[in-house]
């Protein structure tokens, strides 16, 4: 690691796609900008597992001599964020809850945002649900749906009647996973996403397959992304306070590397963002 200061933080990120990521990479920018420090960005590419991509893509920018660095990953092992660290100890991570650096880590309450979820779903009468998740080894993916079966289960839904459909948070994998709940001819008059790039994608697959958002199905998203007004219906979501979290995780990194004394706040409430795609259940279900 440099011991001259370049004025650069560099960030990873698992991909370029999606609003998600450009909330995360605009914030930081704007973050950055206001020090007069600039930006580098690195993602994963090639054939090699994502895990392994992420690896690859850190280590460039250590080896580049960043200040700082901004970690963004599911698929990184707690051994992984070990190792990373160690090879350069100004490093953040977002999004992810790392027990044994919590001063280094910025996460929301993933479990609370999935049991908001399925209590929204619940409070409108319904109680025949399924599940769309997230990549098994995203340990946010894990929290919130963690979350949304404990609050089912206070509920007296079991989570063995609730199909479940592991997806990968991307566009086509919500609309394949929404076809396939359709083809099990499960009834269903709640839909749970893990994020809102899935929900669209669901609930345009759900209305071509004759099903009404929200009358004859209510679909919930996560993450609440700015695009979930425009939808049509305009989607229902848990809205995750990306911008504010990544603000925080900057500025404390900022503060690591410049001496600067941003205050930092840590404790950022999840809630849900009520529009057009849930509705009360036509009936009592079961």
Partial sequence: MATKQLGIIGIFVPTFFGSYYGTILKETDAQLRAVRRHLVVATGCGEASPREQAIEAVRFLIGRD??????????????DLRMLH?????????????????????????FHGGEIAARTLIEHGHRDLAVIGGPSTSSDNAARLHGFFEELARHGIERKTVPHIVSDFSPEGGYLAAGA?????????????????????????????????????SVIG?????????????????????????????????????????????????????????????????
């Fill in 66 to 79: 960043c200040d700082g660095v901004v970690v963004i990953s599911h698929n990184l092992y707690d051994d």
């Fill in 86 to 110: 160690a090879m350069h100890p100004r490093m953040a991570f977002l999004n992810r809850s790392f027990d044994q650096l919590p001063e280094a880590s910025f996460c929301a309450d993933h």
């Fill in 181 to 217: 709940l359709i083809e099990r001819k499960h009834r269903f008059t709640g839909l749970f996403c893990a994020n809102d790039t899935m929900a669209m994608s669901a609930q345009s697959r759900l209305q071509q397959a004759g099903l009404r958002v929200p009358e004859d199905v």
């Fill in 222 to 286: 996560y993450d609440d992304d700015y695009s979930a007004a425009y939808m049509a219906p305009a989607l229902t979501s848990v809205h995750i306070p990306t911008a504010e979290l990544t603000r925080n995780a900057v500025r404390w990194l900022i503060n690591q590397c410049y001496g600067t004394q941003w205050s930092i706040e840590r404790t950022l409430p999840v809630s849900v963002t009520m529009r057009d795609s849930v509705a009360r259940a036509k009936r009592q279900t079961r």
